[in-house]
Protein backbone atom coordinates (compact mmCIF):
# COMPACT_ATOMS: atom_id res chain seq x y z
CA UNK A 1 0.00 0.00 0.00
CA UNK A 2 1.40 3.53 -0.77
CA UNK A 3 0.56 6.62 0.84
CA UNK A 4 -1.53 7.80 -2.01
CA UNK A 5 -3.44 4.78 -1.37
CA UNK A 6 -3.62 4.94 2.58
CA UNK A 7 -4.91 8.47 2.07
CA UNK A 8 -1.94 10.56 3.50
CA UNK A 9 -2.11 14.06 3.25
CA UNK A 10 1.54 14.54 4.24
CA UNK A 11 3.15 15.90 7.60
CA UNK A 12 3.32 15.05 11.39
CA UNK A 13 1.15 11.45 11.58
CA UNK A 14 -1.09 10.63 13.46
CA UNK A 15 0.64 9.17 17.09
CA UNK A 16 3.99 11.23 16.53
CA UNK A 17 5.15 14.61 17.41
CA UNK A 18 8.24 16.74 15.69
CA UNK A 19 8.95 18.28 18.92
CA UNK A 20 11.61 17.34 21.60
CA UNK A 21 12.34 18.59 24.90
CA UNK A 22 14.88 21.02 23.20
CA UNK A 23 12.13 22.13 20.48
CA UNK A 24 9.25 22.81 23.22
CA UNK A 25 12.11 24.42 25.70
CA UNK A 26 12.47 27.08 22.68
CA UNK A 27 8.92 27.12 21.91
CA UNK A 28 8.11 27.72 25.41
CA UNK A 29 11.05 30.50 26.07
CA UNK A 30 9.25 32.62 22.99
CA UNK A 31 6.12 32.26 24.06
CA UNK A 32 6.58 33.03 27.43
CA UNK A 33 8.57 36.33 26.44
CA UNK A 34 6.02 37.00 23.44
CA UNK A 35 3.29 37.50 26.72
CA UNK A 36 5.62 39.30 29.00
CA UNK A 37 6.78 42.00 25.96
CA UNK A 38 3.00 42.19 24.84
CA UNK A 39 2.63 43.46 28.61
CA UNK A 40 4.92 46.02 28.43
CA UNK A 41 4.76 47.13 24.67
CA UNK A 42 1.00 47.35 24.35
CA UNK A 43 0.73 51.01 24.76
CA UNK A 44 3.03 51.20 20.89
CA UNK A 45 2.52 47.70 19.38
CA UNK A 46 -0.28 45.02 19.62
CA UNK A 47 0.73 41.15 19.84
CA UNK A 48 -1.41 38.26 18.34
CA UNK A 49 -0.22 35.01 18.10
CA UNK A 50 -1.85 34.20 14.59
CA UNK A 51 -2.85 35.63 11.58
CA UNK A 52 -6.29 35.35 11.06
CA UNK A 53 -7.44 34.09 7.51
CA UNK A 54 -8.69 37.47 6.57
CA UNK A 55 -4.84 39.16 7.23
CA UNK A 56 -3.38 36.26 4.95
CA UNK A 57 -2.68 37.44 0.99
CA UNK A 58 -5.03 35.04 -0.59
CA UNK A 59 -7.00 33.56 2.14
CA UNK A 60 -5.46 30.23 2.66
CA UNK A 61 -3.08 28.60 4.88
CA UNK A 62 -1.89 29.67 8.48
CA UNK A 63 0.71 31.40 10.26
CA UNK A 64 1.39 31.05 13.95
CA UNK A 65 4.83 32.01 14.77
CA UNK A 66 6.22 31.17 18.61
CA UNK A 67 7.13 34.82 19.42
CA UNK A 68 4.34 35.99 18.12
CA UNK A 69 3.50 38.60 15.18
CA UNK A 70 3.67 42.18 16.09
CA UNK A 71 1.43 45.77 14.65
CA UNK A 72 2.43 49.03 15.37
CA UNK A 73 -0.54 51.18 13.92
CA UNK A 74 -2.09 48.08 12.38
CA UNK A 75 0.85 47.71 10.22
CA UNK A 76 2.67 44.11 10.65
CA UNK A 77 6.48 45.32 11.65
CA UNK A 78 7.75 42.18 13.93
CA UNK A 79 7.55 38.23 13.73
CA UNK A 80 9.53 35.95 16.15
CA UNK A 81 10.22 32.21 14.76
CA UNK A 82 11.88 29.23 16.39
CA UNK A 83 13.39 26.28 14.77
CA UNK A 84 15.07 23.64 15.91
CA UNK A 85 16.20 20.80 13.62
CA UNK A 86 19.09 18.18 13.73
CA UNK A 87 21.51 17.40 11.22
CA UNK A 88 18.94 15.96 8.53
CA UNK A 89 15.35 16.61 8.31
CA UNK A 90 13.32 19.58 6.70
CA UNK A 91 12.10 21.69 9.39
CA UNK A 92 13.41 24.84 7.92
CA UNK A 93 11.83 24.15 4.82
CA UNK A 94 8.08 25.62 6.66
CA UNK A 95 10.26 28.34 7.47
CA UNK A 96 9.95 29.60 3.84
CA UNK A 97 5.73 29.87 3.72
CA UNK A 98 5.64 31.74 7.16
CA UNK A 99 8.60 34.57 6.12
CA UNK A 100 7.19 34.56 2.21
CA UNK A 101 2.92 35.63 4.17
CA UNK A 102 5.12 38.09 6.28
CA UNK A 103 6.35 39.86 3.38
CA UNK A 104 3.25 39.72 1.84
CA UNK A 105 1.74 42.06 3.90
CA UNK A 106 4.82 43.72 4.74
CA UNK A 107 8.21 43.98 2.68
CA UNK A 108 9.46 45.86 5.25
CA UNK A 109 8.83 43.76 8.25
CA UNK A 110 11.51 42.52 11.06
CA UNK A 111 11.61 38.93 10.56
CA UNK A 112 13.77 37.13 13.47
CA UNK A 113 14.69 33.22 14.09
CA UNK A 114 15.70 31.54 16.98
CA UNK A 115 17.91 28.50 15.66
CA UNK A 116 18.89 25.29 17.67
CA UNK A 117 19.90 22.07 17.74
CA UNK A 118 22.87 20.14 15.64
CA UNK A 119 21.38 21.60 11.84
CA UNK A 120 22.39 25.58 13.39
CA UNK A 121 26.30 24.37 13.73
CA UNK A 122 28.31 26.21 11.58
CA UNK A 123 28.07 24.58 7.65
CA UNK A 124 24.91 22.66 8.29
CA UNK A 125 21.59 22.67 6.95
CA UNK A 126 19.98 25.27 9.00
CA UNK A 127 22.49 28.10 8.41
CA UNK A 128 22.41 26.32 4.31
CA UNK A 129 19.07 26.55 3.78
CA UNK A 130 18.96 30.07 5.31
CA UNK A 131 21.59 31.62 3.64
CA UNK A 132 19.94 32.62 0.90
CA UNK A 133 17.23 34.38 2.61
CA UNK A 134 20.34 36.37 5.39
CA UNK A 135 22.73 37.51 2.75
CA UNK A 136 23.40 40.76 5.12
CA UNK A 137 24.45 37.87 7.69
CA UNK A 138 23.32 35.91 10.88
CA UNK A 139 23.84 36.76 14.52
CA UNK A 140 22.76 40.13 14.25
CA UNK A 141 20.07 42.38 13.94
CA UNK A 142 19.23 43.13 10.37
CA UNK A 143 16.46 46.22 9.92
CA UNK A 144 13.50 45.77 7.94
CA UNK A 145 14.76 42.23 6.70
CA UNK A 146 15.57 38.33 8.04
CA UNK A 147 17.67 38.08 11.01
CA UNK A 148 18.57 34.43 12.31
CA UNK A 149 20.56 33.73 15.75
CA UNK A 150 21.77 30.26 16.45
CA UNK A 151 23.23 28.27 19.25
CA UNK A 152 23.56 24.81 19.08
CA UNK A 153 22.39 23.96 22.47
CA UNK A 154 20.12 26.74 22.66
CA UNK A 155 19.37 30.40 24.08
CA UNK A 156 18.96 31.27 27.62
CA UNK A 157 15.57 33.25 28.42
CA UNK A 158 17.32 36.81 28.58
CA UNK A 159 19.26 35.90 25.26
CA UNK A 160 16.00 35.85 23.64
CA UNK A 161 14.32 38.48 25.73
CA UNK A 162 17.39 40.78 24.50
CA UNK A 163 17.18 40.46 21.26
CA UNK A 164 13.35 40.54 20.95
CA UNK A 165 13.60 43.93 23.31
CA UNK A 166 16.23 45.03 20.44
CA UNK A 167 13.78 44.71 17.77
CA UNK A 168 10.45 45.69 19.29
CA UNK A 169 12.47 49.07 20.41
CA UNK A 170 13.34 49.59 16.99
CA UNK A 171 9.99 48.93 15.78
CA UNK A 172 8.17 51.65 17.95
CA UNK A 173 10.57 54.27 16.98
CA UNK A 174 10.23 53.44 12.75
CA UNK A 175 7.89 56.09 11.31
Request: charged residues 25%; aromatic residues 10%.
Amino acid sequence: MTQRDSKFKGGIQAGTVAMDSYARNLDNQCKQIKNTLAESYSSTLTMQRKLRKDQIPGGLGACEPDGGLWFRNGKLVAVFEAKKQGRGGNAIERWFKNNYIARLINPNVCYVTFCIGEGAAEGCVLRKTLDVAHLEGFDQFNKNKNSAYFSVNGFTEEEISDIMITVLNYCTEED
